[in-house]
């Protein structure tokens, strides 16, 4: 198929994005990499009657630190943020899982602000900032505000912007350092994860445990842990607790024996 007619917007600055924004409301779209939208565009699943290009604004263009915070605007690429020479040390949670978001091709115009604003729940970039206790900046006419990670996405596909309101930029802080474990399961590399696992020791005695692609979006627990502790009853528990979903991927169940048996692998990497 291919989408209805639109009107294409290619603005020199925020503050012209959001004059579109406010004029057109919900028959505006914000078009970053288009990974996502173009598809949902040519299956008419939007019909927009304008999109907004912000691929080319420079402002939007930044990856940089803001004391402990990592920002990335929202025209950076997956591939600009997963080359960005000082991400391993800044944000090895984001380092460890950057390399299986897309495939090279769809890193390339894929955005890291964009995948955060779809909001899938399989998808790995908003798990890491769920996980590393991350925030959304929103703009409008209107104003600035900032956003918790848990805040904004509020489930499935589903968030907190106003139709007015453009996803500027994404604060991952850098402070969930040491090691790290990531793994996930998909049909292919590179394709969204039917469960994807994250785990990070943010303290001595403390495990982070994160989930994706079992619930609406990413599921964070914390638990008691030691070097050497045994936690599959937790994660059994975990894996009964959480209220996941049936797709043409998988069943409730097997994302629940996903849990139970990647999760005490990624643990194990935090000892390697």
């Known amino acids: 198929m291919k ?42 699943l939007l019909e927009p009657v304008m999109l907004v290009d912000i691929s080319h604004v420079e402002e939007l263009g930044h990856i940089r630190m803001d004391g402990d915070m990592l920002e990335v605007g929202a025209a950076v690429t997956q591939n600009q943020l997963l080359n960005w020479s000082s991400l391993p040390e800044k944000a090895p949670l984001l380092a460890a899982l950057m390399p299986w978001v897309g495939h090279f091709q769809t890193r390339n115009r894929g955005t890291v602000c964009g995948s955060i604003a779809h909001a899938d729940p399989s998808s790995e970039i908003p798990l890491a900032l769920a996980m590393m206790g991350g925030e959304v900046v929103l703009r409008s006419s209107r104003g600035t505000r900032t956003l918790r990670a848990d805040e904004f996405q509020t489930g499935m596909l589903s968030t907190a912007r106003d139709a007015d309101e453009m996803l500027v930029a994404v604060r991952f802080p850098t402070t969930l350092t040491g090691k790290v474990g990531f793994r996930e399961v998909a049909r292919r590399h590179g394709d969204f994860a039917i469960v994807a696992i994250a785990a990070a020791q943010p303290s001595p005695g403390t495990l982070l445990l994160g989930l994706g692609g079992v619930e609406g979006s990413p599921v964070i627990r914390r638990f008691d842990w030691r070097e050497g502790s045994d936690l599959r009853d937790e994660i059994d528990a975990l894996a009964r607790e959480v209220e996941t979903y049936e797709d043409i991927h998988a069943s409730p169940r097997m994302r629940r024996d996903i849990v139970r048996r990647l999760a005490p692998a990624v643990i194990a990497e935090l000892r390697t």
């Open 3 to 44: 989408p209805r007619a639109f009107a294409y917007l290619r603005p020199a600055s925020v503050d012209e994005a959001l004059n579109a924004l406010t004029q057109h409301g919900d028959d505006a779209r914000i078009l970053a990499g288009g990974q996502s939208l173009i598809p949902m565009l040519n299956f008419r």
